[in-house]
């Protein structure tokens, strides 16, 4: 394990990486965010390609990350999280819809259970989850934060050609 800190309009973030892989992105008081000791010694050079994308991310260059993930949880878990990957840019979906997806229509709560230990926020885009009614909820960073994010993504869509 090794981490490192960068800075993002959204505060601090650190990069987990487990054998050289991202495995975490966290932002400061995040819900479920593990001990700082957890996270290994610091050494930023696993991170490479995450800090380039997420400055593109926050920069409105990028709309989907490219980068191999070791996504640490339980089978049903890793389900959820890889599903967050197929929301397209931009877009929002509720627990129940994601649910749905997954052939599970009554696991929205496991879906929204799962969606808030997603270990790799941002990159694994559990901002884009929605409460039924489209309202913000449920997010381990903090709804200012999820606003940001999706007001951003908003902001930064190409437009549609008709």
Not at 10 to 28: E, Q
Not at 73 to 80: D, I, K, L
Request: aromatic share 8%.
């Amino acid at each position: 394990m090794s981490h490192t800190t960068v800075d993002s309009p959204v505060g601090p973030l650190t990069l987990v990486a487990h054998d050289g892989v991202l495995s975490g992105l966290y932002m400061t008081d995040q819900r479920h965010r593990p001990a700082d000791d957890a996270f290994g010694p610091e050494d930023a050079s696993p991170f490479g390609d995450v800090i380039v994308q997420l400055a593109e991310y926050f920069d409105g260059a990028r709309t989907a990350f490219d980068l191999p993930l070791d996504l640490i949880g339980t089978p049903f878990q890793r389900t959820v999280w890889r599903a967050l990957v197929e929301i397209p840019y931009g877009e929002t979906v509720t627990y129940g819809e994601l649910a749905q997806r997954l052939g599970r229509p009554s696991a929205a709560r496991a879906v929204g259970l799962a969606n808030g230990r997603n270990p790799i926020g941002i990159v694994v885009p559990c901002h884009r989850v929605v409460g039924a009614n489209g309202d913000l909820t449920g997010y381990g960073g903090g709804l200012p934060r999820k606003r940001h994010l999706l007001t951003h993504e908003l902001a930064n869509q190409s437009p549609t050609l008709f």
